[in-house]
């Protein structure tokens, strides 16, 4: 049973509506009356039977907090589930599976690194890759208007993954 959600995302707002923080965005369009406090390099909250974790360490540096909350709450690498764009999936795909490779994802290798395991869940959020330009550059800015006419429906979409039915299905769904 999942007992951590760790969204994935970059602090500040000129991260805010960025590809690189869909995680945060599931986080806020599933979660919306959580109630945040700081602890763990990061924001916590509890929502029923689960945690909630928004690192606030910069992606590249989410395994810390992970860490520290996985710590201190004694959880094991089954019950983390961790969302996150993925480059490698079409803009608007969402796929949960276990463990699997990092994709590059600099967040993901942080998380694996801090706590020497990638069996942990994820919901990856497809965002797409860049026709042209540097991946890092393509991350970091907004969704173009087209795309962001349609991210209330794959919000949507995740969060209806993040329901506690949902862990009963086998973790290799996807939804288009």
């Known amino acids: 049973m999942v007992k951590l959600l760790v ?3 970059n602090p500040g707002k000129a991260y805010e509506k960025t590809r690189h923080n869909v ?4 986080c806020d369009y599933a979660y919306p009356s959580a109630s945040w406090s700081q602890k763990f390099n990061g924001q916590i909250a509890q929502v029923e039977n689960k945690r909630l974790l928004k690192p606030h360490t ?4 989410s395994g810390k907090s992970v860490r520290s909350c996985m710590d201190y709450f004694d959880y094991a690498v089954q019950e983390v589930l961790v969302v996150h764009d993925d480059l490698e999936l079409p803009f608007g795909t969402i796929r949960m ?6 994709q590059g994802h600099n967040g993901l290798k942080s998380i694996k690194s801090h706590i020497q395991d990638d069996g942990f869940i994820r919901l990856r959020i497809g965002i797409g890759r860049p026709k042209h330009g540097s991946v890092s550059s393509f991350v ?3 969704f173009s208007p087209e795309e962001e006419i349609s991210l209330p429906l794959i919000l949507d979409k995740a969060r209806y993954m ?3 039915d949902i862990y009963t299905l086998p973790v290799t769904n996807t939804l288009v």
């Open 7 to 9: 969204f994935l995302g």
């Open 23 to 26: 995680g945060w965005m599931v």
């Open 58 to 61: 910069y992606m590249n540096e």
């Open 97 to 102: 599976q276990c463990g699997g490779g990092l």
């Open 140 to 142: 970091l800015q907004r």
């Open 162 to 164: 993040l329901s506690d």
